[in-house]
């Protein structure tokens, strides 16, 4: 089985032999016990918690290349080591392999990486490598491009999709429409964008970091929304959401192009 850390793959150092396949992560709800009341109270937190995923597997250095440092089992191991961990100061990894092909796991080396050499093979040791991941793993390579409206996108994922966007306008002031149709969340929402200056401006919108930009400048404050329940309530207002089924996108005439990352994300 390949596996692959940001961007680098192992499968010529780390033979992953087995792998937590069908594992779901734990729902974050608070359990209240109320006096004189049977059964608890649940608050949910509207969140999963992150997940533990573990590869086992088999690393061996190249016989055939005992001459060089590839040929030595404590390169190889080292080599392991500095990709399964990263940077220093690198926050998530981008974790992929064979089991879930086409969707990208965020995951932070967890722990020690056990390395035990195999008894009577010098070329070879097991080897354990642990990631903290988040719960949820996504669909980084899907993007549309619009240009005209409607559009419509439909998620079949149980859960709805947290998109990153480019939105294309000119003038003062633009709107965008998501109406999700879904009766698991049947309401939608309007995006307004305003500038004090006429131009053209790109606006991106990362819904998973909770941000609007534009460029280097943040644009929190120049997107509204009438909705009166945000999902997000530290911002105040929510985010655009790709919800569970059918999704239709419109925008007002003077937005020229919109490219989305749907971001489709299943457990």
């Known amino acids: 089985m390949n596996l692959t850390v940001n961007g680098k793959a192992l499968s010529n150092i780390f033979n992953v032999t087995s792998r937590e396949v069908h594992d779901a992560p734990a729902k974050d709800i608070t359990a209240v016990e109320v006096p004189g009341r049977s059964g608890n109270a649940l608050l949910p937190n509207h969140r999963f918690k992150n997940k533990i995923i573990t590869y086992d597997g088999f690393i061996k250095a190249r016989q055939d290349l005992q001459m060089t440092d590839w040929g030595k089992l404590s390169f190889v191991a080292r080599v392991l080591k500095g990709f399964a961990a990263g940077p220093l100061d690198a926050?998530?990894?981008?974790?992929?392999?064979?089991?879930?092909?086409?969707?990208?796991?965020?995951?932070?080396?967890?722990?020690?990486?056990?390395?035990?050499?195999?008894?009577?093979?010098?070329?070879?040791?097991?080897?354990?490598?642990?990631?903290?991941?988040?719960?949820?793993?996504?669909?980084?390579?899907?993007?549309?491009?619009?240009?005209?409206?409607?559009?419509?996108?439909?998620?079949?994922?149980?859960?709805?999709?947290?998109p990153y966007m480019e939105i294309t306008w000119t003038g003062t002031t633009a709107w965008v429409k998501i109406e999700p149709d879904s009766v698991t969340e049947p309401v939608g929402n309007t995006w307004t964008f305003t500038e004090s200056t006429s131009g053209t401006y790109v606006y991106c919108c990362d819904s998973e970091n909770m941000e609007w930009y534009a460029g280097n400048a943040l644009k929190n404050a120049n997107v509204t929304t009438a909705s009166t329940e945000p999902v997000f309530p530290i911002l105040g207002a929510p985010l655009p959401t790709g919800s569970v089924g059918q999704n239709k996108i419109t925008a007002s005439s003077n937005v020229s192009k919109i490219v989305i990352k749907p971001r489709w994300r299943r457990l």
């Open 91 to 162: 926050g998530y990894l981008t974790i992929e392999d064979d089991y879930d092909p086409g969707f990208t796991r965020y995951g932070y080396l967890e722990g020690e990486i056990p390395i035990t050499p195999v008894l009577g093979q010098p070329y070879g040791a097991t080897a354990k490598i642990r990631f903290n991941c988040k719960p949820f793993m996504y669909d980084e390579s899907t993007t549309e491009t619009i240009t005209s409206f409607p559009k419509y996108l439909y998620n079949e994922e149980f859960y709805s999709a947290l």
